[in-house]
């Protein structure tokens, strides 16, 4: 809005005098000489002035701050229990969980013929039953799920049909797991390729045993 035109809304006066003579150029000293005006004429100048006034760019997105890559490097270990010679089965990847180095581990662990969905890192010390985990494919809506401590070693256990849940996943794009205590204290979020989750799970159905109507379809 020019001055001039500030000036027809403002009518002749002080306040059309002391928007000129402080800066009408500046959105704020319009703002002021708008409400120098009589209720009326101070709403009709507002109204102006909100049409005249571009909205606001966003800021830019700093340096550092976009999403970390999906993690698809899996280290898988097989071997047999020492006690009851039955497959042990692990497979592990991690995934950077936040701008100060954080790191989320996600494993697969086969024991005894039971498997878990374990998510562990040097950042959780609470207890499994203190944390609240959920997980997104591709950037959806969040699912929570039921977490419990670890059968075997730290961190926070996926409780329910954990090979079911595996088996739902699809096989392209990259899943998220958060973790957040339930008290104070900072999330982690650790993100995953679900293609190189699949080529983890297939290698993974026959020493886990997994039921065939859980196992991943080719």
Known sequence: MKVANLCAV???????????????????EKLRACSLLAQAERM???????????????????PGATTAPAADDWTVSETTSPFDYTPVAIATASASAGPDGAVLQLSIQCRGGRTELVIG???????????????????GAP???????????????????????????PERGDVAFRVEPRQAGAALQGRYSLSGLKTVRDRLAAPCKWPAANVPRN
Do not use: F, H, W
Request: charged content about 15%; hydrophobic content about 45%; glycine content about 14%.
């Open 143 to 169: 699912v929570v799920l039921p977490v419990g401590a670890p059968a075997s070693g730290t961190g926070v256990a996926v409780k329910g049909d954990v090979v079911r849940l595996l088996a739902s996943l």
């Open 10 to 28: 403002l009518g002749s006066g002080l306040a059309c005098a002391g928007a000129a003579a402080q800066g009408a150029g500046d959105p704020m």
């Open 44 to 62: 009709d100048c507002l109204e102006k002035l909100s049409r005249d006034i571009a909205p606001a760019q966003p800021p830019a997105t700093p």
């Open 121 to 139: 890192g040097p950042a959780l010390a609470r207890r499994g039953e203190d944390q609240v985990v959920s997980y997104a494919i591709n950037d």
